[in-house]
C-alpha cells in the first residue's frame, strides 16, 4: 500500500454549465464564460441563480496531462468520456478576492464548464482580470486546497521539529487540542506555482514564527485572540492564508514549481508548522476522491460517514480582515 501520492488517480469537481456564467457588463454582453481567446478582460459575469452545480468525478489519461476522463458518480456524460482543460481565467469578486475558474470542455457533447476553484455566488458581479491558455503542466486534478509547501517544519512530541517531506504515515505529531497523533495519510503533488497555485509566504515573525511559513492559498490557520477587541467575537479564529495577504508581511510567491504536501489525521487537527497553528486536511467525500483506491477503502472504514468535524473557530473571509485587522492580528513590527 503506498504512503503516499505523486498522481492522484480521481477527483471529485463541481463544476457549472458555461451557459450559466454570463457577461452581466462588457464587450460581450450576454456570451457565456468561455476559453481564453474568446474573453475580454474588464467584462462583468454573472452566475444564474437557478443554476445547476454539476459534479464530476474525473482521473487522468495517460499520456496527456491536460486531459481527464470521467468517472462513476459523475452528473454529466459517460464513464470514460474526455475532460479537457481549456484555459484558466481569474475574475475578482466584489469584495477584491480573485477566483480562478478552470474552462473545460466535455468531447462528447462538445459543451463547455466552467470549474471554480473557489465558491462563487449567484448575483454578485465578477470582473475578468486576466485569461490564459498556456497553462504548462497543470492538470484539473492538481487542485490542493490544504497543503505545506515542502521545507515546512512540523513539531513533533517533545517539541523536536521535522520537515514534511520526511514525515512518513504512522509518524506522530503534536496537535493542540489532542496531544500526539498519528498521521494515517500524506498526500503531495508539484504544481507550477502560478494564479491559484501560488503559494502565500507569511515573513517571520508575523505571526510569531521563527521563519517563513509558505502554504496554498486556501490553507487556514489558527489565531487565538487575547482581549476584549476580538474580530468574529470569539477568541478562536480560523483565517485563510490568502486572506492575510498584504503585499509586505504576507505575500504571495509566484514563478517556477511548488511541492505541496497534505497531512490526514482521525480528526481535523491543528498542529504547528514553523511554530504557527495551522488546520491538517479535513477528511470528506473529495478528499477521498483524490486517493488510491485502496487507501480510499482504509479512510473509509478508519473514517465512517467521511465527515470529520471542523476545529471550532470563527471563519474569518475578506470582508472582516481590513487593514486594521491584519495590523492588530500581526505580530511583526511595522518600521
Known amino acids: 500500500m503506498p504512503n503516499r501520492t505523486e498522481m492522484l488517480p480521481a477527483h471529485a469537481a463541481h463544476a457549472y454549465p458555461a451557459h450559466a456564467l454570463r457577461v452581466a457588463s462588457g464587450a460581450n454582453l450576454g456570451d457565456p464564460i468561455a476559453e481564453a481567446g474568446l474573453v475580454e478582460p474588464g467584462d462583468v459575469y454573472r452566475l444564474d441563480r437557478a443554476a445547476p452545480s454539476l459534479r464530476l468525478m474525473l482521473a487522468p489519461v495517460e499520456g496527456d496531462r491536460q486531459a481527464q476522463r470521467l468517472a462513476e458518480g459523475s452528473e454529466i456524460g459517460r464513464p470514460g468520456d474526455r475532460i479537457a482543460l481549456l484555459s484558466v481565467l481569474t475574475l475578482m469578486a466584489p469584495d477584491g478576492d480573485r477566483v480562478e475558474v478552470l474552462v473545460v470542455r466535455h468531447d462528447g457533447t462538445a459543451e463547455d464548464f466552467a470549474i471554480p476553484l473557489s465558491p462563487i455566488a449567484p448575483r454578485l458581479d465578477y470582473t475578468l482580470i ?8 497543470i492538470r484539473i486534478a492538481d487542485i490542493v486546497c490544504v497543503s505545506f509547501a515542502a521545507g515546512t517544519m512540523i513539531t513533533l512530541p517533545g517539541g523536536a521539529q521535522r520537515p514534511i517531506e520526511a514525515l512518513e504515515p504512522g509518524d506522530r505529531v503534536l496537535t493542540r487540542d489532542h496531544g500526539p497523533q498519528e ?20 515573513a517571520a515573525g508575523t505571526l510569531g514564527n521563527e521563519t517563513d511559513l509558505v502554504v496554498s492559498p486556501h490553507h487556514r490557520v489558527f489565531i487565538y485572540q487575547r482581549g476584549k477587541n476580538r474580530l468574529g467575537g470569539t477568541a478562536e479564529l480560523l483565517v485563510q492564508a490568502k486572506h492575510l495577504v498584504d503585499g509586505e508581511a504576507v505575500t504571495r510567491r509566484e514563478g517556477g514549481f511548488v511541492d505541496y504536501y497534505s497531512l490526514v489525521f482521525d480528526r481535523h487537527e491543528i498542529i504547528y508548522a514553523e511554530g504557527i497553528p495551522a488546520e491538517s486536511l479535513m477528511v470528506n467525500e473529495a478528499t477521498v476522491s483524490l486517493m488510491p483506491a485502496d487507501l480510499a477503502e482504509e479512510v473509509k472504514a478508519r473514517f465512517p460517514g467521511l465527515s470529520q468535524s471542523q476545529h471550532f473557530g470563527t ?3 475578506r470582508e472582516m480582515l481590513d487593514d486594521a485587522a491584519r495590523e492588530a492580528l500581526f505580530r511583526r513590527p511595522r518600521g
Request: hydrophobic share 50%; aromatic share 6%.
Open 183 to 202: 498521521i494515517r495519510w500524506i498526500g503531495k503533488a508539484t504544481l507550477r506555482a502560478k494564479g491559484a497555485f501560488a503559494p502565500v509566504v507569511i
Open 130 to 137: 486576466t485569461a490564459r491558455d498556456d497553462i504548462g503542466d
Open 315 to 317: 471563519e474569518a473571509g
